[in-house]
């Protein structure tokens, strides 16, 4: 599928010498494999090109994967071909100067509601960004080489965007390029091992947070990670995002949502939906994303109880409409 977009993608990685990376803010498994898998296999197929990861801020949860390169000054980008990955909107990319790339590529599978680039290769039914890298080497495995150490960080973005290979827009495909990864040799015992292994304090944080889950009426979940719990327990960003994960198995809570106090004021929002189509309520307030995932931005509890109720209605009309629901 695509070919003719993956071909011109390999032949500007082929023109120019200088690589420059990208991906979204605040960092996930998907975003970081797939830059880091990228730049592994231009870096074992091109010795020579220099090629390099450029972000502004950094994952805690990814940091077994390596670090990154540090930022260059405005004239190094002249040059240079920058590829983004894994990020629907220019606004949320972590690397302020893309923009100064000679050329810009995307590739992404989020739903293209914001283009950009000069290449733009999206597919949105992709299970993640990493699966397009690995189709993308598959493509033109010919020419292409792929590493252990490039195939375990493309691996862990397909663990972590799939939830473990369980979400719906996993397929044949997705399983066949997975497969081709293992066969690189993967050590998969430690990696997840680095996904999974929490530490004894973040158990005692979600006895507490599942004592906090409340529910609207017709059953969506939530709880708010406040400033002061945040504090109690000494979250970081991660640890505090990672708590929409307690809410994922509750029977009749098709929609689920954790909202998290930022430093600025301002509350972010993930939200997350098994059966239900979600993401227009992200795109009502300042966000967006995938069809049962997405995020967004809230300034008040006002907004928090508007998207509540957004999100109940939307649930009821489920129910109501379907049988069977679980
Ligand atoms: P998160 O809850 O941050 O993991 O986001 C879930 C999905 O929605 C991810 O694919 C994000 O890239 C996307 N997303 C999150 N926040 C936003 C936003 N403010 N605007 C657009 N997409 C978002």
């Not at 040059?79 to 909107?89: E, F, G, K, P, Y």
């Not at 080497?137 to 397909?158: H, P, Q, R, S």
């Not at 999974?196 to 609207?216: F, G, H």
Request: hydrophobic share 35%.
């Amino acid at each position: 599928m695509n070919y003719e977009i993956k071909k011109q993608i390999l032949d500007k990685i082929k023109e120019y010498d200088k690589i420059i990376i990208s991906r979204h803010i605040r960092p996930d498994g998907d975003c970081t494999g797939s830059t880091k898998g990228l730049q592994a296999i231009i870096k074992a197929t091109y010795p020579h090109k220099q090629v390099y990861l450029v972000n502004s801020d950094y994952s805690d949860y990814m940091a077994f994967l390596g670090g990154e390169d540090e930022q260059f000054d405005d004239d190094f980008y002249s040059d240079a071909l920058v590829i983004v990955l894994d990020t629907a909107s220019t606004d949320r990319i972590s690397n302020k100067k893309f923009h100064l790339g000679k050329e810009i590529i995307k590739i992404d599978h989020h739903i293209n509601i914001a283009p950009y680039g000069d290449i733009s290769w999206v597919e949105n039914l992709r299970s993640s960004c990493c699966e397009m890298i690995v189709d993308f080497y598959n493509t033109f495995k010919d020419e292409l080489v792929i590493t252990k150490e490039g195939a375990t960080c493309l691996y862990t973005g397909m663990v972590t965007d799939t939830g473990r290979f369980r979400f719906r827009s996993v397929d044949g495909e997705t399983m066949r390029l997975a497969g081709l990864l293992l066969d690189q040799g993967i050590d998969t015992d430690t990696l997840y091992a680095h996904l999974n292994l929490e530490d004894y304090n973040y158990i005692v944080y979600k006895a507490y947070a599942l004592k906090q889950i409340k529910r609207t009426e017709n059953g969506v979940a939530y709880i708010h990670v406040d400033k002061e719990m945040q504090e109690k327990f000494g979250l970081s960003k991660e640890d505090a995002s990672a708590t929409v994960s307690f809410l994922e198995n509750i029977r009749g809570s098709l929609i689920w949502v954790v909202f998290i106090d930022n430093p600025d004021g301002s509350i972010r929002v993930r939200l997350r939906s098994r059966f239900v189509y979600c993401h227009d309520i992200g795109e009502n307030w300042r966000g967006g994303g995938h069809e049962c995932a997405c995020g967004a931005t809230l300034y008040s509890t006002d907004e928090i109880n508007m998207l509540l109720n957004e999100a109940d209605t939307k649930l009821k009309n489920y129910k109501e409409t379907h049988e069977g629901w679980l």
